[in-house]
Every structure is written in C-alpha cells, then in structure tokens.
C-alpha cells in the first residue's frame, strides 16, 4: 500500500479559546482523502481542559454533524474521551498531532474547540496545520 500525504497547510493563527464551541479554521474538503492530521500547537495559559471534536458533514451545508472516531492522539499527556469530544488531561502547553480517518465516507469535516474552565489569560491555537493523506488502494 502506498500512501500519499499533502503536506500540512496553516488553516488557523492566533485564535483565544473560550467555554464555547469555536470552529477552527475552515471546512475541510476530505474528498478523495482517506486520513486528515491535525497538527496544533497550543499556550494554555491559567485557562483549564481543552476540548476538542471532530465532526463530519454529508455536504458542505450540511448542519447535522457526525462525531468522527478519532484513530491517534500525540500529546504530551493523557487524553480524556468523552461521547461528544475529547479532552486534553494536562493543562500545559503543547504540541500535538490529532489522526482521524474518513475511509472517503466523510466528504466533510469541521473541527471544534474549547475549554472546560477559562482563566484569567485564555489559552490560545497559536497555529493549527492540517494534513491530508490516502492510499493507492483507495484511489484504485
């Protein structure tokens, strides 16, 4: 199986994190791609338990969002999961790869940020790069 991978292309800079829902850069187009990673690098500041979903969407307008399985995390600490979203486990700053797979069943993907407990400095995406890959056996 040969995979091939899109190099990680800046969609997010410099984006304060609070106790809402926030979209992270912009829709994904997945298309044609089987894996999207996610790479981010974030300050977490006094603010407390970043939250993170995945969600995919049948059209680019669609409003219903399906809650993507999320195949591989790399942080510097543990992952919490919840039904809706994860959680980091440690409030330090980091960097880290999110791996989420669509098998071309997910034409559209959108990511969202949080967090549980925001402090009197919020914690920030300082900048967010999304890569995204597939393999020959997938394209035929």
């Known amino acids: 199986m040969n995979q091939t991978f899109v190099s990680p292309q800046l969609f997010q800079q410099t ?32 603010s407390q338990d970043v939250q993170i979903k ?45 791996q989420a797979n669509t098998n071309n069943l997910i034409p559209f993907v959108d990511i969202y940020m949080q967090v549980g407990t925001l402090g009197a400095t919020a914690a920030v995406v300082n900048n967010a790069y999304v890569g995204l890959a597939w393999s020959s056996t997938d394209r035929g």
Request: no cysteine; aromatic share 12%; hydrophobic share 40%.
């Open 15 to 46: 984006l304060p994190l609070t106790t809402s829902w926030q979209k992270i850069g912009t829709q994904i187009d997945m298309r044609g791609y089987t894996t999207l990673g996610l790479y981010l690098n974030l300050t977490i500041n006094n």
């Open 54 to 98: 995945i969600v995919g969407r049948t059209s680019s307008t669609d409003v219903v969002e399906y809650l993507l399985p999320v195949y591989a995390v790399t942080v510097a600490n543990k992952i919490e999961y919840y039904p809706t979203y994860f959680e980091l486990g440690s409030d330090i700053d980091q960097n880290l790869i999110i």
